[in-house]
């Protein structure tokens, strides 16, 4: 089975850094990505991670490592519009199966 | 131009109706999802089709019967509706098991609620 972990909520505020991490637990692996979803909105690809390291995208950063089975999605200068729920996503190794974690609901304050 | 598109937006309706959802993509794409996401946020997958065929039953009840017409296409029939199955239903298209990144695009989402 699949399985992951990522905290439920972060508070940060404008201007900030703010990490967001997931471990996985999977039978099978073939990348962790990242979504951001804001209330009533659908969810929207942010970043992908297929081997280990960092990949950055404008502000957001994201990092896997492969050994630890764990990865992080890193925002910087955070603005008011950042605040949204982010999700971790693994898809397996047949590519047709993408399954998210819990979500960790991010609140920017001024 | 809307990449992917379902309708209703929203639905309210008694238990024991059947009601119907319809999803369309004007990407191209040859595999298509639906996701189901509770009111905690958890987003879980019920079914992947690629290219017409059904890839994925996430040992969904069988009241859940998904029908894709051709690959742009993925249209969701529940029946016998209950309680539980209130939640906000979102389809979803990507290249062929995901591409190169597995990246999704998923539609605006179908609020069902049942009464």
């Known amino acids: 089975g699949q399985s992951l972990e990522q905290p439920s909520e972060v508070t940060a505020v404008e201007g900030a850094i703010v990490q967001i991490n997931c471990t996985y637990q999977?039978?099978?692996?073939?990348?962790l990505s990242w979504y951001q979803q804001h209330d009533g909105g659908a969810p929207t690809f942010l970043s992908y991670?297929?081997?280990?390291g960092l990949e950055e995208t404008g502000r957001f950063s994201s990092f896997l490592s492969r050994s630890d089975s764990y990865g992080y999605l890193l925002l910087q200068e955070l603005q008011m519009k950042d605040s949204a729920s982010y999700f971790c996503?693994?898809?397996?190794?047949?590519?047709?199966?993408?399954?998210f974690g819990a979500g960790t609901r991010l609140f920017v304050k001024a | 131009d809307t990449a992917v598109s379902q309708t209703p937006k929203y639905l309210v309706t008694q238990m024991g109706n059947d009601k119907s959802i319809k999803c369309e993509q004007n990407?191209?794409?040859?595999?298509m999802y639906w996701y189901k996401q509770d009111s905690k946020k958890f987003l879980k997958i019920m079914f992947s089709?690629?290219?017409?065929?059904?890839?994925i039953n996430e040992t969904v009840p069988n009241r859940f019967s998904p029908k894709s017409p051709d690959k742009a296409h993925l249209n969701l029939h529940i029946n016998s509706l209950e309680l539980g199955d209130s939640a906000v239903y979102f389809c979803?298209?990507?290249?062929?098991?995901?591409?190169?990144?597995?990246?999704?695009?998923f539609g605006e989402g179908s609020r069902l609620t049942v009464l």
């Open positions: 979803a298209s990507s290249h062929k098991g995901g591409g190169n990144t597995g990246e999704l695009f």
């Open positions: 991670n297929g081997l280990d």
């Open positions: 089709y690629n290219n017409k065929e059904l890839i």
């Open positions: 996503a693994v898809r397996d190794t047949g590519g047709f199966k993408t399954i």
């Open positions: 999977t039978s099978g692996f073939y990348g």
């Open positions: 990407l191209g794409h040859d595999t």
